[in-house]
T-cell receptor, first 112, second 113 residues
Framework: ETGVTQSPTHLIKTRGQQVTLRCSSQ?????VSWYQQALGQGPQFIFQYYREEENGRGNFPPRFSGLQFPNYSSELNVNALELDDSALYLC???????????FGQGTRLTVV | LAKTTQPISMDSYEGQEVNITCSHN???????ITWYQQFPSQGPRFIIQ???TKVTNEVASLFIPADRKSSTLSLPRVSLSDTAVYYC??????????????FGKGTRLSVIA
């Protein structure tokens, strides 16, 4: 157990819809990173939030957006869902931007 | 960022030692080598990190030759519960910098009874 909780665990959406995924970070951790993991691939960095500000972004389009709250929990929002967005979405929290990251179990998103 | 190359998959019997080699020809002077383990439907978990020579912890050993262009993760006496995907990463030292983790496709290890 890493203390990082993600919800929901599974989700099915229709192409074109919007989705919000949630992450509750480990107690005291002020940094949250989001990763997308397609089937058979390694996790790919989406973006990182540090003290409620975006602090680095991977090669993902603007329809992937996020938010970090004062309690350091975080949301990942994806608009205009595409079939290729089907993946496991992982949240990782850390104490500080460069500290060791602890991953949650992920949210399995299926777009049909 | 240095690219890594690992075997796609490996099979092993319980009780054997498993060695997974990772190639990273373009590793930079400041780069560390880190291995993560991922079970199905879970996030990756840190196993071990090293810069050169040999590092050992309660889970695994990491062997890094002098030229640092490759590394070998060694898992002693594997059990069925070691069945997972193992990722080799090259980059910033654990607990420093803010460079995101860069994962390749990893090595899928299957342990057979």
């Amino acid at each position: 157990e890493t203390g990082v909780t993600q919800s929901p665990t599974h989700l099915i959406k229709t192409r074109g819809q919007q989705v919000t995924l949630r992450c509750s970070s480990q107690s005291g951790h002020n940094t949250v990173s989001w990763y997308q993991q397609a089937l058979g691939q390694g996790p790919q960095f989406i973006f990182q939030y540090y003290r409620e500000e975006e602090n680095g972004r991977g090669n993902f389009p603007p329809r992937f957006s996020g938010l970090q709250f004062p309690n350091y929990s975080s949301e990942l929002n994806v608009n205009a869902l595409e079939l290729d967005d089907s993946a496991l979405y992982l949240c990782a929290s850390s104490l500080g931007q460069g500290a060791e990251a602890f991953f949650g179990q992920g949210t399995r998103l299926t777009v049909v | 960022l240095a690219k890594t190359t690992q075997p796609i998959s490996m099979d092993s019997y319980e009780g054997q030692e498993v060695n997974i080699t990772c190639s990273h020809n373009n590793i930079a002077t400041n780069d560390y080598i880190t291995w993560y383990q991922q079970f199905p439907s879970q996030g990756p978990r840190f196993i071990i990190q090293g810069y050169k020579t040999k590092v050992t912890n309660e889970v695994a050993s990491l062997f890094i030759p002098a030229d640092r262009k490759s590394s070998t993760l060694s898992l002693p006496r594997v059990s069925l519960s070691d069945t997972a995907v193992y990722y080799c990463l090259v980059g910033a030292q654990r607990n420093s910098g803010n460079t995101p983790l860069v994962f390749g496709k990893g090595t899928r290890l299957s342990v057979i009874a």
